[in-house]
């Protein structure tokens, strides 16, 4: 008799735990998986960042264009090696493989300093998966910068593009990794203390500087 009561002691326990698991288990699988999903695929479609490059001169060169007299006169000149930025930025996600926005910042160049104003758009390729956390993408800019420092008009303009990697760290912080070719458009003012006499109407003097740019963005929304 005894043994038969430890037996269907036993049988009722295992059921009681049997119920305990089925009605535990699969809520903390669901807690895992919206969590995964809204760590690695529900991202805002709206993002805000800051970041930084560190520029090395490739060259510059310098263009004066004699409008009255059709004549284009073209040479080269050195640069300073090292320089860099500093800029804000915020995207707008228009599906899973496309951005656009706009930056602003901080240039420090061997040829001037300005401030930076450019759209910038980033196509994305892959997903991003708990066991992948990261995006090749590649982008392009393009804007005006103005410059404050005198010798120089105020409005200059950049262009650049190049490749990048999103990744995730830790599961909390998303940030990129990017580099790739930016050319600086500046325009000087002409100099009239030469051994020549130079009429400043009807020329036109452009300074392109060519840098390899290498930077990184942090998003911080």
Not at 104 to 122: R, T, W
Request: charged share 15%.
């Amino acid at each position: 008799m005894k043994k038969i009561l430890m037996l269907l002691v036993l049988i009722a326990m295992g059921i009681t735990t049997a119920n305990a698991q089925q009605a535990f288990v699969p809520k903390y699988k669901k807690k895992k998986e919206v969590r995964e999903y809204a760590m690695f695929k529900a991202e805002r479609p709206f993002e805000v960042y800051f970041g930084g490059a560190v520029n090395f001169a490739l060259g510059m060169q310098n263009s004066i264009n004699f409008n009255d007299h059709n004549y284009k006169v073209g040479y080269d000149q050195k640069i300073d090696l090292m320089g860099g930025s500093v800029h804000l930025g915020a995207n707008y996600k228009f599906g899973n493989h496309f951005t656009a926005g706009l930056e602003a910042g901080y240039l420090f160049q061997g040829n001037g300093q300005a401030i930076p104003l450019s759209g910038v758009m980033k196509v994305f390729y892959g997903t991003t998966t708990p066991k992948h956390p990261c995006r090749l993408y590649n982008y392009a800019q393009v804007g005006p910068q103005f410059y404050f420092e005198d010798g120089s008009k105020p409005i200059g303009m950049l262009a650049g593009t190049g490749v990048g990697l999103r990744l995730l760290v830790g599961q909390v912080l998303r940030m990129e990794l990017q580099m790739g070719y930016q050319m600086n458009m500046r325009r000087p003012e002409i100099s009239l203390q030469g051994a020549y006499d130079i009429i400043e109407s009807g020329v036109s003097f452009k300074q392109y500087a060519h840098i390899a740019q290498f930077g990184v963005n942090i998003y911080i929304f």
